[in-house]
């Protein structure tokens, strides 16, 4: 079979005549048929290969640096957050121990300060776009924190302090539940977050 006659570019010809008159005709659709018979074939091929290759390593490392520094701008507190409380889980219930030196504002409007700091029972409070950072761990077995409202979720492990931070700007209640299921209390082991 003759060469296809066509007004497509050289590559176009180069493929059909060699597909057409070997490949086909042979049923053999091998790298070796290929190679050595359509030589203009393999390299274009191999251009369009390369160049996929290229295309998505630099879409999949461009999502990829863009995610990571968006992971690491989440998980860093601002710099108005210098106070650190500590969340400790228990079965089935929180304490949140502020610092020496907080002052709390509770929802009857009185500030207290705490000189020494202060334990409070499944009570969080906070004033409205106050940072704080958060030492989250657990005395017994696993537990999680979760306040479904704010997007906040993080394990409570013993032995092991996990690091987040929290800035609410808008007052209200916000409950805090735990969602690793650690006993027969789980059910009860809800807290509330304040927000003055
Ligand atoms: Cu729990």
């Given at each position: 079979?003759?060469?296809?006659?066509?007004?497509?570019?050289?590559?176009d010809?180069?493929?059909?005549?060699?597909?057409?008159?070997?490949?086909?005709?042979?049923?053999?659709?091998?790298?070796?048929t290929?190679?050595?018979?359509?030589?203009?074939?393999?390299?274009?091929?191999?251009?369009?290969?390369?160049?996929?290759?290229?295309?998505?390593?630099?879409?999949?490392?461009?999502?990829?640096?863009?995610?990571?520094?968006?992971?690491?701008?989440?998980?860093?507190?601002?710099?108005?957050?210098?106070?650190?409380?500590?969340?400790?889980?228990?079965?089935?219930?929180?304490?949140?121990?502020?610092?020496?030196?907080s002052?709390?504002?509770?929802?009857?409007?009185?500030?207290?300060?705490?000189?020494?700091?202060?334990?409070?029972?499944?009570?969080?409070?906070?004033?409205?776009?106050?940072?704080?950072?958060?030492?989250?761990?657990?005395?017994?077995?696993?537990?999680?924190?979760?306040?479904?409202?704010?997007?906040?979720?993080?394990?409570?492990?013993?032995?092991?302090?996990n690091?987040?931070?929290?800035?609410?700007?808008?007052?209200?209640?916000?409950?805090?539940?735990?969602?690793?299921?650690?006993?027969?209390?789980?059910?009860?082991?809800?807290?509330?977050?304040?927000?003055?």
């Open positions: 079979m003759g060469p296809v006659q066509s007004d497509t570019h050289d590559w010809r180069g493929w059909n005549s060699c597909v057409r008159s070997h490949v086909l005709r042979d049923y053999q659709i091998s790298r070796e290929t190679e050595s018979r359509c030589p203009l074939m393999v390299s274009r091929t191999h251009a369009i290969e390369i160049l996929s290759i290229l295309i998505t390593s630099v879409v999949l490392g461009y999502i990829g640096v863009v995610a990571g520094i968006n992971l690491v701008a989440i998980d860093t507190p601002p710099p108005s957050a210098t106070e650190t409380i500590k969340v400790i889980a228990r079965t089935f219930y929180w304490t949140f121990q502020y610092p020496n030196g002052s709390i504002t509770y929802p009857n409007g009185t500030t207290i300060t705490y000189a020494n700091g202060t334990t409070i029972q499944n009570y969080l409070y906070l004033k409205t776009g106050q940072a704080v950072q958060l030492e989250v761990v657990s005395l017994d077995v696993a537990h999680s924190l979760f306040i479904y409202e704010l997007g906040i979720h993080i394990d409570a492990i013993p032995g092991h302090i690091h987040t931070w929290i800035e609410v700007d808008k007052p209200g209640t916000y409950r805090i539940e735990c969602t690793q299921f650690c006993g027969t209390g789980h059910y009860t082991m809800i807290g509330k977050l304040v927000v003055t």
